[in-house]
Antibody, heavy 121, light 110 residues
Framework: EVQLVESGGGLVQPGRSLRLSCEASGFSFGDYGMHWVRQAPGKGLEWVSGISWNSGRTYFAGSVKGRFTISRDNARNSVYLQMNSLRTDDTALYFC??????????????WGQGTTVTVSS | QSVLTQPPSASGTPGQRVSIACSGSRDNIGGNTVNWYQQFPGRAPKLLIHSNNHRPSGVPDRFSGSKSGTSASLAISGLRTEDEADYYCATWDDGLNGALFGGGTKLTVL
């Protein structure tokens, strides 16, 4: 079964850091780009970051650039999102998602169930 | 406010055809393919249409997508009560060098 499972969310104070993980199974992880997408409570989807299959290219939304980094370990079938200098407006459900084909263009065809990040003092 | 503009809501009755528009610019829709997602409350999004007008396996042919210039559209024919969900368009933006989602459209089936 093709699956993505996120972990690492939780309650954190503003200014602190958190690292999200996403473990993949059921497909050839190293062949595909991966992304993080978030959804604030009651709001729409916001793309956060993406990484190419070989980590050669990484991309970030303007709202997180300079604060978040994305990485992957193809041997562990995992992608990570390191979130630093967290702000209250980073509070959201964070989804991990797989590229269908061409990076950033073919759509995200597999999604995890998400992990919740709450930034509050 | 999203760079990709969608109507916040749409509605129709069972059996009707409804369309949801997504408006962008030359940097995003104008130069790249558009994808559509369906999301039910409390659930992860699901890829509904990719590459402007292609349906992933398992998506009914009642759903179709199109693109013209800097706009795209999702059409749902033979509307069903189970189609009531949020719908998002998405694409890549060459100027921002990142992906974009539209603000989402809440579809109500009356």
């Amino acid at each position: 079964e093709v699956q993505l499972v996120e972990s690492g969310g939780g309650l954190v104070q503003p200014g602190r850091s958190l690292r999200l993980s996403c473990e993949a199974s059921g497909f050839s992880f190293g062949d595909y780009g991966m992304h993080w997408v978030r959804q604030a409570p009651g709001k729409g989807l916001e793309w956060v970051s993406g990484i190419s299959w070989n980590s050669g290219r990484t991309y970030f939304a303007g709202s997180v650039k300079g604060r978040f980094t994305i990485s992957r370990d193809n041997a562990r079938n995992s992608v990570y999102l390191q979130m630093n200098s967290l702000r209250t407006d980073d509070t959201a459900l964070y989804f991990c998602a797989k590229d269908k084909g061409i990076f950033g263009l073919s759509g995200l065809d597999v999604w995890g169930q998400g992990t919740t990040v709450t930034v509050s003092s | 406010q999203s760079v990709l503009t969608q109507p916040p809501s749409a509605s129709g009755t069972p059996g009707q055809r409804v369309s949801i528009a997504c408006s962008g610019s030359r940097d995003n829709i104008g130069g790249n393919t558009v994808n559509w997602y369906q999301q039910f409350p409390g659930r992860a999004p699901k890829l509904l249409i990719h590459s402007n007008n292609h349906r992933p396996s398992g998506v009914p042919d009642r759903f179709s997508g199109s693109k013209s210039g800097t706009s795209a559209s999702l059409a749902i024919s033979g509307l069903r009560t189970e189609d009531e969900a949020d719908y998002y368009c998405a694409t890549w933006d060459d100027g921002l060098n990142g992906a974009l989602f539209g603000g989402g459209t809440k579809l109500t089936v009356l």
